[in-house]
């Protein structure tokens, strides 16, 4: 009796359903092994179903998704510093960092990457390290003990052999990275290992000691605004935690798994992927941020946030330079925030409020849009 | 019969906004002022004076010159005041000093070739058909047109494209073009020339908004309506701030006037212009950055138009968005277990005071009559009738029986508050749409709202002084809408999480805990108390007898009675020890629930089944059985569970806290190790014997491995504690069913306190090297460094004390400042996403029309109804058609 997998296809292909409703329907069907007439009984209990969990047309949705994320606000810890996931990079937690990602900010105060490797270096501690040296950047310090020769005008830099092995350096890249740096010549002595020597051309003392503060500015290897990397074993598989976030140019460093690397930098995030890319890191961030301090929240309402603010190919900030400041309404903006300012270039412009939101109809106090006031019902009475 | 239909009323389409021209407001102006005046000696307004009474009435007993308005009546009307010399308006110094570098200083043309203007025209067209804001593009515009050096239209002397000057700013308000300075009055010539279609290119409407209107030659006086002035007790007027304001304008453009008439030197001309220009500034804004606020006599710096609308207290923020209203009551709220969910108990006083009104038709006459003829003081009764024609009569003592032969249909009864009636019960802030929902009156004796404790979380109520507010509807359009949408019952699922927000609280929680646990042996009698105020009429097969062969029910039974029939239901308790693995059924403590066609078979109530957030059962049968029967379930809950808690009785007091003395002596040693333990840590750091761990100093690695010993410890304490108190210590059953507080609680009350902490750290701060003068100097100790090793009970000693205050501060600061960080948060997502709307296609769009979401969520879904579309369902309904499990 039982229908073929082609026919229950057949049958559910047409369905407006979502696609995980669709798809464990079809796979009972063939689990159970329905008839024609039970799966037509499913289908239709389905749907029934289905449409009665729909939201309701004219819902404000909007309200309702900002008051889901503002009410719990009052809840959550302002403790900006918490070791989340790795014991050893601090990440903003909480309030903070919500606020911080509806505020679109160029960087969080934080900034951080998960960087997964790539197949042949996940499971090797040895190269994951490797990798970890080629994104951590290294200054002179890592190196070498500087010390300043006021004596005969020179800066003496004893570079530590084992950790340059360890780093998989050699004296004449650094030479050459100084050189480039700072843009004066260095010389290696013959008599001691390791050790180079930075002679000012025009020596005077402040030049010097200029010197010696800029020397610590270079990078020696490594990216750029990465301040340290972190190894940790997740399952079998090592990966990498940085402090510090440049996706751009991690995803160009040889051994790590593009597809599964990620930073928390959400306008960085669109630079490199993308803005569907951002709106995902938007919704991750904030559900992650709401979780760990033990909220629940549906993740449609964070959803229309991380969609409101994309929604015009740009991340755009929950605020006066975004969303709420390049609003249609006159009215609605002048309500918000710098009130005058928005009623001098209305004015100026000759602009024009249809009063189709909110708040406008609030100010001129007719009924508002939304809901039972978006509905135009006529009763028909007898004979007409 | 009379079927007079109110009209419909009108709607405001649009509102258009513009500058407006000196000819057009000559032209609305009443009158012009000159006088600096307000009243003469007999206190009656000075004609042409800035009180004349054709710009409004204000004083009651007289009548507006324009529209014979008595003061009420008459809107106000604008006065001008005829600028002597052109002034800047200070709000468009921006755009001024903009379209200034942007134009010919000659011809006045925008320095744009005719091509690019028509391209950015073109652009302008398109951004306004999207419906976006033209901000970035008219500033390219300026920018663009001020990097010429010559215009394109005109020579200058020698047959050359004219040279562009350069025009400097300087604040406030001066312009200055190669040294010299421009007056207003060249400024405005310039403007005058500018031919419309540049003015659009820069994206000014020249019908409604010309440049050259952006420096004022008329002032336009603000009605006197605007501008009320007060009497004081004295009998002496205080005049608004900005008639002082005007007055100043007034004088000082007289004494301009007088000068020049007089042929005054320039320099004198030029001052004046100067103090005009100051005090037109400060009329408008007087907050302008390099402007000295003009200052009333007192010091206090003046409210002028600016101010007046800015910020949250301001026209916008503060009266235009925020209504007022009547019809509304406040008092303190209290508890009431007796009322449904859906009620408020509403003091008599209140209700009395309080009115519905209530057209008369045939039907309802006699009804209506009744009330009236009972006056305002027998309770049912009316407060006021209103006749056909509208006219309010006050129902008195005297005069009631008297309207209540009057009264008849087509007149309106203002009748008294009864129970049923739908009320708004609002508690600030309100956070979400769950602060303000709809109750059903219960009038009652005393002073306070009642309310059924159930609904404290959603209104986030406690019974500590908290105040209510009520509003009662007046239309029966709002009361139908608000009994539909709003009512508690239809807010028990939050659609924050999809889960209840309504359920037991506190003693409902322990209350079933102590009910459902265990065997208890009730009574017939037992049994009927405990349901007594549940619709239950007979009793189920009785669970035993005892031997005196009396019949005797438990607690699981009594429970089920209440359960809908056919509950089917699995989950493990709040008590759930998370065993590593689960019995399910044959849990040994207790701790799973099997609840079986609405039969409690196994397992404990507690706040995973009835509690607000949590509530398992709760949640299932409010999605299964509807709102009606949800409410109706919470509400038998909430009494059985008082009852239940009232049977056993459940108090905690000081001796709860006792721990005996072998456990006192476990703890003690276990805080002694820990210390002990952090003294040979300090000992391998001082020693520099100590390993960092990676990424962190040493001092940072000590401090955090001290931190965890410490915690450890505690964390110990506690446990030695609870092992000693056990199930039977009221605190245990509130913490372990949920009711209220946690183990942590019981810890510090019984144990240990444990280290006190700022900003995550142990306290470091106060003299130098250390906290107090009670240690060493880089004492690193537990101790010394806010450990805090006495509990609650056993008392803090003066360093612990010190400490505890410490880390307590840091908690309420903490508090304060994230309500209100949050409370902006909410602000700035409640007017970003305020707009949107779910479409009748189901895509969610905002004002413009720019589609957010093509499907709402991405499945179209209801937080609230979710679980009708989750796998499980279909599961479910796949079950229910063939009758076959699915996994």
């Known amino acids: 009796m039982a229908i073929s997998e082609a026919t229950i296809e057949s049958m559910t ?156 350096m050699d004296i004449d890249d650094i030479a050459e990275k100084l050189r480039d740096g700072l843009g004066v010549s260095i010389t290696s002595p013959d008599v001691v290992e390791n050790q180079l020597i930075i002679t000012p051309d025009a020596p005077s003392y ?26 940790r074993k997740d399952g079998d598989e090592y990966t990498l935690y940085t402090e510090g976030s440049a996706l751009k140019d991690v995803l160009q460093i040889e051994g790590i798994a593009a597809t ?64 709420s400041g390049e609003k249609a309404s006159v009215f609605a903006r002048a309500a918000f925030e710098v009130t005058v300012n928005h009623l001098l270039d209305a004015g100026m412009r000759g602009n024009v409020d249809e009063l189709n939101g909110v708040t406008e109809n609030i100010i001129v106090g007719q009924p508002i849009k939304l809901g039972t006031g978006d509905v135009h019902l006529i009763a028909k009475r007898n004979g007409d | 019969m009379d079927t007079k239909i109110p009209s419909i009323p009108k709607r405001i389409g649009a509102i258009k906004f513009g500058l407006i021209s000196p000819r057009e407001f000559r032209k609305m102006s009443v009158t012009a002022v000159i006088t600096a005046d307000t009243y003469d000696d007999d206190g009656y307004p000075i004609d042409m004076g800035l009180m004349d009474l054709r710009l409004g009435v204000i004083d009651p007993g007289l009548k507006c010159k324009t529209c014979s308005g008595r003061a009420g009546e008459c809107p106000g009307h604008f006065g001008h005041i005829e600028l002597v010399a052109p002034v800047i308006h ?87 073009e190669d040294g010299e300075k421009l007056t207003p009055t060249e400024i405005r010539d310039r403007f005058e020339n500018i031919p419309d279609e540049d003015v659009r290119v820069f994206g000014m409407d020249p019908e409604n908004a010309r440049p050259e209107w952006m420096i004022l030659t008329v002032l336009p006086v603000p009605p006197v309506t605007v501008r009320p002035s007060i009497t004081l007790e004295s009998g002496q007027r205080s005049e608004d701030d900005l008639t002082h304001k005007l007055v100043d304008i007034i004088r000082i453009n007289q004494r301009f006037q007088e000068n020049r008439e007089a042929g005054a030197p320039q320099l004198i001309i030029e001052d004046l212009w100067e103090l005009l220009q100051y005090h037109v500034t400060t009329f408008f804004d007087n907050e302008v950055s390099g402007v000295p606020p003009a200052r009333h006599r007192s010091g206090r710096p003046l409210k002028t138009l600016s101010q007046r609308l800015k910020g949250k207290e301001g026209r916008f923020r503060g009266s235009l968005s925020g209504k007022r209203v009547n019809f509304s009551a406040r008092t ?124 404290c979380p959603p209104y986030n109520a406690d019974f500590d002084g908290d105040e209510m507010n009520m509003h009662v509807l007046q239309t029966e359009e709002s009361r139908a ?47 009927l108390e405990l349901l007594r105020k549940a619709d239950i009429r007979e009793l189920p097969e009785p669970a035993g007898h005892t031997d005196d062969g009396e019949p005797y029910w438990n607690g699981k039974q009594i429970f089920s009675q209440i359960v809908p029939r056919g509950l089917e239901l699995e989950f493990p308790a709040k008590v759930c020890f998370q065993c590593e693995t689960c019995k399910k059924g044959d849990c040994e403590n207790d701790a799973y629930v099997v609840i079986k066609d609405g039969e409690l078979i196994k397992g404990t109530i507690d706040e995973n089944a ?31 569970a008082i009852r239940g808690v009232m049977r056993t009785g459940l108090s905690f007091g000081i001796a709860d806290e006792d721990v005996p003395n072998e456990a006192k002596i476990e703890i003690f040693d276990t805080l002694v190790k820990a210390e002990e333990e ?62 209220r507080g946690s183990m942590l609680n019981l810890t510090q009350m019984a144990a240990c306190v444990g280290q006190q902490a700022v900003r995550g750290e142990r306290i470091r701060r106060g003299y130098s090297q250390r906290t107090l003068p009670h240690f060493k100097k880089g004492d690193l100790a537990a101790d010394a460094h806010g450990f805090v090793k006495a509990s609650y009970k056993s008392g803090l000693n003066p360093t612990e004390y010190f400490f505890h205050a410490i880390g307590g501060r840091e908690g309420l600061v903490d508090t304060a400042v994230r309500t209100s960080q949050s409370g902006y948060l909410q602000r700035r997502l409640v007017n970003a996403l305020q707009d949107l709307e779910v479409q009748y296609d189901g895509s969610v769009r905002e004002t413009r029309g720019v589609v957010v979401q093509f499907k709402y969520g991405e499945d179209g879904i209801d937080s609230t109804k979710s679980d009708y579309s989750k796998p499980e369902a279909v599961h479910r309904i796949v079950r229910a058609v063939t009758g076959k499990e699915v996994e």
């Open chain 1, 13 to 168: 292909k047409n369905l407006a359903l979502p696609n995980n409703i669709l798809n464990t329907l079809r796979e009972d069907g063939l689990k159970v092994g329905v008839s024609k007439k039970e799966m037509e009984e499913i289908i239709e209990r389905i749907m029934e179903s289905y449409e009665y969990a729909c939201v309701e047309p004219c819902e404000a949705v909007g309200v309702v998704s900002a008051q889901s994320i503002g009410e719990p606000g009052t809840q959550m810890t302002m403790r900006t510093f918490h070791y989340a996931g790795v014991a050893e990079i601090n990440v903003t937690l909480g309030l903070p960092r919500l606020i911080e990602i509806v505020d679109a900010r160029k960087s969080p105060s934080t900034p951080m990457m998960t960087v997964a490797l790539a197949e042949g270096y996940s499971t090797d501690r040895d190269k994951a390290r490797a990798v970890a040296w080629e994104i951590e950047a290294t200054h002179v310090e890592h190196l070498a003990d500087v010390t300043t020769d006021l004596a005969n005008m020179q800066l003496i830099i004893d570079l530590n052999g084992k950790v340059l092995a360890q780093r998989n």
């Open chain 1, 206 to 231: 402040r030049g010097l000691l200029q010197l010696a503060k800029n020397i610590h500015t270079i990078i020696l290897k490594g990216i750029e605004g990465i301040k340290r990397v972190v190894i």
């Open chain 1, 260 to 323: 599964r690397t990620y930073t928390n930098n959400i306008v960085e995030t669109n630079d490199v992927f993308g803005i569907e890319a951002a709106r995902n890191s938007i919704i991750k961030e904030a559900i992650d941020t709401l979780n760990e301090q033990g909220l629940t929240v549906d993740i449609r309402h964070i959803m229309l946030v991380a969609d409101i603010m994309t929604c015009d190919g740009e991340v755009k900030q929950i605020g006066r330079h975004g969303i």
């Open chain 2, 90 to 176: 200070v709000g468009f110094n921006k755009m001024i000093r903009k379209t200034l570098r942007a134009i010919c200083p000659k011809c006045s043309r925008l320095t744009l070739d005719p091509a690019k203007k028509a391209g950015y025209l073109e652009q302008l067209a398109k951004l306004k058909e999207m419906g976006h804001l033209p901000d970035s593009l008219i500033n390219d515009v300026f920018k663009e047109a001020a990097k010429a050096k010559t215009c394109p239209y005109c020579n200058d002397a020698d047959g050359k494209p004219r040279k562009k000057t350069v025009i400097k700013f300087e604040k406030p308000v001066e312009y200055i």
């Open chain 2, 332 to 455: 303190v709220v209290s508890p009431d277990p007796n009322l449904s969910i859906n009620e408020v108990g509403v003091p008599l006083q209140i209700a009395k005071q309080m009115t519905i009104p209530v057209r008369i038709i045939e039907r309802n006459v006699d009804l209506m009559r009744m009330y009236v003829n009972r006056g305002r003081a027998n309770h049912p009764g009316a407060n006021y009738v209103i006749r056909e024609d509208g006219r309010r009569i006050k129902v008195t003592d005297l005069n009631h029986e008297e309207l209540a032969e009057k009264i008849e249909p087509g007149w309106t009864v203002e009748r008294q508050l009864i129970d049923g009636d739908i009320v708004l019960f609002n508690r600030q802030p309100s956070l979400h749409k769950m602060s303000i929902m709809a109750h059903q009156i219960k009038v009652l004796p005393n002073k306070t709202f009642r309310l059924n404790p159930c609904v």
């Open chain 2, 481 to 527: 809408e608000a009994k539909i949408l709003m009512q508690v019952q239809e807010n028990i699922l939050s659609p924050r999480f999809g889960g209840p927000i309504i359920g037991g609280i506190h003693d409902h929680i322990s209350g079933m805990f102590l009910l459902t646990r265990n065997e208890n042996f009730i009574s017939k009698n037992g049994a």
């Open chain 2, 610 to 640: 009835i509690g607000a957030f949590k509530g398992l059962v709760l949640d299932k049968v409010v999605k299964e059985y509807g709102t009606t029967i949800g409410a109706k379930f919470i509400d038998d809950v909430t009494r059985l």
């Open chain 2, 678 to 739: 952090v003294h040979d840590l300090i000992k391998a750091y001082e020693a520099k014997e100590l390993e960092a761990l990676p990424g962190r100093t040493l001092a940072e690695t000590i401090e955090m491995l001290i931190m965890q010993k410490l915690g450890k410890a505690r964390d110990n304490a506690g446990q030695i504690a609870g092992n000693h108190l056990g199930l039977e210590n009221s605190a245990v059953i509130m913490a372990k069913s949920g009711a």
